[in-house]
């Protein structure tokens, strides 16, 4: 049977460790809380002049293709999750692709938040299932830091979100051991302004002017409480629709790797899914929220840590701004 099957998986993150002693010194917050609340004891912001969106794509798509065993211009197709690329247009897969020397091939960007790169790995895995191509980048990137509020006023949102890219490269496989099972993708935009960044909009007569500059709306939005309670409730729904999908028990699942949303929705979900500490991969604790980012950084150092093994159950599932919320269920 024709699957798409993850045969390499990379990461970078940036050089530069923000601890909560430094956040603390310039807003007014502390370790204490940041760890309680969040999980998270540091993350990983861009250098700028050094880092991009896109060079840390090209780090983690190297480092993706070299564990494929393969090289770029095996690639046919790049799939990019970003919510912060480098240009306002045109998007981020274009960037990499040349960045990659492989021209000529399509890029298409996905702009799905915390679930875009299980969006990006779905339309991967249909183009691969269709027979339209056998090879395909999916990566999820992201430049959080930059467009934090950095004052007191956005400090529950400045703890939580960081900079970083995975990459993934998803090949076409006829087997029943390995690969994709199935993906679950959801929205509801009733909620779209409970976490969201509304500037520079382009309804605005003028998109950008000094004063719009200053306004709160040029900075990310979050409603903390209200998304914590939809994304525990969709998280679990999203993982059991998988399983349900393919016949499977959550005491099958052999590792679950969540959006690095939070640390205490990680350990909710692990707790009413009835899983061992064994079983969920965190890491949150070093690296904050990377948005797209968060599930093949995760999925790639997991790999190094040798939690991926041949043949495993493994559950990805994400929810984020939109709402988004989506699941993908493969064998590794
Ligand atoms: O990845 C995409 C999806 N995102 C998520 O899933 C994030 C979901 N939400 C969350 O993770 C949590 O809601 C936050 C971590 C953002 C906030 O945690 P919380 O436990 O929901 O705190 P809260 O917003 O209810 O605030 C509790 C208190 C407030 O003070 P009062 O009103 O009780 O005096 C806040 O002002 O904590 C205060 N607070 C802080 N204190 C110190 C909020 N942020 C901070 C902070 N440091 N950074």
Redesign the pocket.
């Known amino acids: 049977m024709k699957k798409s099957r993850i045969t390499g998986v990379g990461h970078y993150v940036p050089d530069q460790i923000i601890t909560n002693e430094y956040l603390s010194s310039i ?4 370790n204490e ?2 760890v309680e ?2 999980g998270i004891e540091e993350r990983r912001w861009f250098t700028p002049g050094k880092d991009t969106v896109t060079s840390m794509s090209f780090e983690a798509s190297k480092m993706a293709l070299e564990r494929a065993g393969i090289d770029a211009k095996e690639i046919d197709f790049i799939v990019f999750a970003t919510i912060t690329p480098d240009y306002f247009v045109p998007g981020n897969g274009v960037l990499l692709q040349r960045e990659l020397g492989i021209p000529g091939i399509p890029a298409l960007d996905v702009r799905n ?2 679930s875009g790169f299980i969006y990006a790995l779905s339309v991967a895995d249909q183009f691969i299932k269709t027979g339209m191509y056998k090879t395909i980048l999916v990566v999820g990137a992201e430049i959080q830091s930059s467009a934090l509020d950095k004052s007191d006023a956005g ?6 979100f960081a900079d970083g890219a995975g990459a993934a490269v998803l090949q076409a496989v006829e087997s029943d051991q390995h690969g994709i099972l199935s993906t679950h993708l959801h929205a509801d935009g009733e909620h779209a302004e409970e ?1 969201y960044l509304k500037d520079p909009g382009s309804s605005r007569e003028v998109r950008l002017s000094p004063e719009i500059i200053n306004e709160p709306s040029f900075k990310m939005f ?1 409603n ?2 209200t ?2 309670k939809h ?1 525990v409730v969709r998280f679990s729904e999203v993982i059991n629709e998988a399983l349900e999908a393919n016949g499977k028990d959550k005491s099958e699942i052999d590792l679950l790797v969540p ?1 690095q ?2 640390l ?2 990680s350990n909710y979900i692990q707790q009413k899914m009835g899983l061992s500490d064994d079983k969920v991969f965190n890491n949150i604790m070093k690296l904050g ?1 990377t ?1 797209a980012g968060t599930i093949p950084i995760a999925l790639s150092q997991a790999w190094e840590q040798g939690r991926l093994k041949e043949g495993d159950l493994v559950v990805l599932a994400a ?3 939109g709402f988004t919320w989506a699941s993908a269920l493969l064998n590794w």
């Open positions: 807003m007014d917050t502390n809380w940041i609340r969040t938040a915390c400090r529950s949102s400045a703890v939580i976490l979050m903390g409480n998304v914590f994304a959006h949303a939070n205490r929705i929220n948005t929810f984020g701004s």
